[in-house]
């Protein structure tokens, strides 16, 4: 006879409680399961047989339904699992087994035994012959996933977990340990899109000690993979660039991974009062502009723990009217990323090439470097240091260097997908005409939460931002040192409505208070885009 545990038992399900730990209904604390984290362990719940069950196993000892092997031995050894007496569950199957040396539900439960017991090795081995005599069995790939992340081997992790995923039956654990091991082999943006996806289904997975500390580090990640290719914009501040989630989902239909990923998008601007930070000037004007946008990213290799990635990230901006104000930048990316042995690292280098209207803006070099480490499970500071070279081919003026230092706090609050941000940070600028060099404080407040609306997968986040600037010498147009004092606001809403495609919601408000006039403004943009990835 061949069949899931689900012809037996009914299916084996988890709990989680408070503090990352979970405990077997009606199990002896002197025996809990098996240990995913020194701080997060999980233990399949047990329960009473139903009358349906009982009923079930009386037709199983019916002639021409027997399992092949003495049924007591089988369902002595299942209820031995279920009660957690592990080491009468093991005499029971192994006797059943060698009754019945082809019994897929007796070497299903033998891994489960052995799994429980935190011996993965055997599990593997039992899952693995219970899988070759009966291939349907979904939680056997989830099983056998999670003894393979537990044995360190990530790869066949992924491999065993897709085949869970594929089958469309695997519940959130599923999901959760494809992204751990997505993450210890550096992958993040699988990992991110995989621990999300957990999230959603089981909203108890993101108190988890383990589950927080993975998604931390992939929040801090993003401000080495998203900085340049938002710095060049209008309505963006070089060296203060958010974590914004670019969470892709490239998976093929068949749950396998690829090295790279795409994303198209475009949309509407809406601005009344189109300006240029980077330049100091305001049209005091209003228009709207087209905007496309272009992202892509290939792993190139992985080596002794570090991921290598190359990027290329496009925007354009067309207004209907103020022509001279349409920009277009190109930034082309590499960066390489560890996690945690003991420091999550990233490093990255961009080269940025920007133009506005026909004339050219801005060409620069910048280096980042990140060091970040998961405290408590709720807390994720990441140390940021960026330098970056400054080319302006029509301003000669403001050529230079720029140096930036920083630290950001994310927290994860207590049952919320999500995040609050505090970030601080100082900011040199040395350019050619001494009255450009400043030196400046930022302070940058945000959040983010996720969470599924009628099937669909949601964000919001908003964030407060904070720069002074205290310039070195005397401005010759106002006669005096430049002051500048600015207050950010962004508000937005990501939605995605299919697997690839998404929509983007994204209001700003900025308020620019300088002595320098031109410099001095105030500005409401508002942005509508769609994005498809694949």
């Not at 005091?284 to 992985?302: K, M, N, P």
């Amino acid at each position: 006879m061949q069949g899931t545990e689900h012809d037996i038992l009914p299916p084996v399900s988890f709990r989680t409680e408070e503090r990352g730990v979970a405990r077997p209904t009606g199990v002896s604390k002197k025996r809990r399961g098996f240990a995913i984290m020194p701080t997060m362990r999980f233990v399949p719940e047990s329960g009473r047989f139903t009358l349906i069950t009982w009923v079930f196993f009386a037709l199983l000892l019916m002639p021409g339904l027997s399992l092949g092997a003495e049924p007591g031995e089988l369902e002595r050894g299942v209820s031995a699992y279920r009660s957690g007496d592990y080491a009468a569950a093991l005499r029971f199957l192994e006797s059943a087994i060698d009754s019945n040396p082809r019994s897929a539900v007796a070497f299903y439960y033998l891994g489960l035994t052995w799994f429980a017991t935190e011996e993965y090795e055997k599990a593997v081995a039992a899952l693995k012959q219970s899988q070759s005599l009966d291939s349907r069995k979904s939680d056997a790939h989830l099983y056998l996933g999670m003894a393979y992340y537990h044995l360190e081997l990530y790869e066949f992790a992924v491999g065993s977990l897709d085949g869970a995923i594929s089958r469309d039956t695997a519940g959130p654990s599923a999901w959760l340990f494809r992204g751990l091991s997505n993450w210890k082999m550096g992958r993040a943006a699988q990992a991110r899109s995989d621990l999300k996806k957990a999230g959603a289904l089981e909203p108890e997975f993101t108190q988890m000690a383990e589950y927080q500390k993975a998604m931390a580090a992939l929040e801090g990640r993003q401000h080495v993979r998203t900085g340049a290719s938002r710095q060049a914009k209008p309505d963006r501040e070089t060296a203060t660039d958010p974590p914004r989630g670019r969470d892709f989902e490239y998976r093929g239909s068949n749950g396998t991974t690829r090295p790279w990923e795409l994303e198209l998008g475009a949309g509407l601007l809406f601005d009344d009062n189109v300006a240029s930070s980077e330049q100091d000037v305001s049209s005091d004007e209003s228009d709207t502009a087209a905007v496309i946008e272009v992202s892509g990213r290939y792993t190139l290799t992985r080596w002794a723990d570090v991921e290598f990635e190359a990027g290329y990230d496009f925007y354009q901006s067309l207004y209907s009217d103020l022509a001279d104000y349409n920009l277009q930048s190109h930034v082309f990316s590499m960066d390489a990323y560890r996690p945690g042995r003991p420091l999550d690292a990233g490093f990255a280098y961009d080269y940025l090439t920007s133009r506005i209207g026909d004339d050219a803006l801005l060409n620069a070099h910048l280096l980042t470097a990140t060091l970040g480490q998961a405290v408590a499970g709720v807390w994720y500071p990441n140390v940021t240091f960026k330098i970056q070279s400054r080319e302006f081919p029509d301003d000669s003026r403001r050529d230079g260097s720029q140096m930036a230092a920083g630290l950001d706090n994310y927290i994860f609050p207590a049952r919320v997908n999500g995040y609050l941000l505090l970030g601080m940070r100082h900011i040199s600028e040395d350019a050619d005409a001494d009255y450009l060099d400043h030196r400046g404080n930022q302070v940058r407040l945000a959040m983010k939460h996720g969470f599924d609306f009628e099937g669909h997968a949601i964000e919001v986040g908003a964030e407060y931002e904070n720069t002074s600037r205290y310039y070195r010498d005397r401005d010759p147009s106002i006669g005096e040192k430049r002051k500048d004092r600015r207050n950010i606001v962004r508000l937005n809403l990501e939605v995605r409505f299919k697997k690839n495609l998404s929509g983007f919601l994204e209001y700003e408000y900025r308020e620019s208070d300088s002595n320098l006039p031109s410099a001095d403004y105030r500005e409401n943009m508002l942005t509508v885009t769609t994005r498809f990835s694949f």
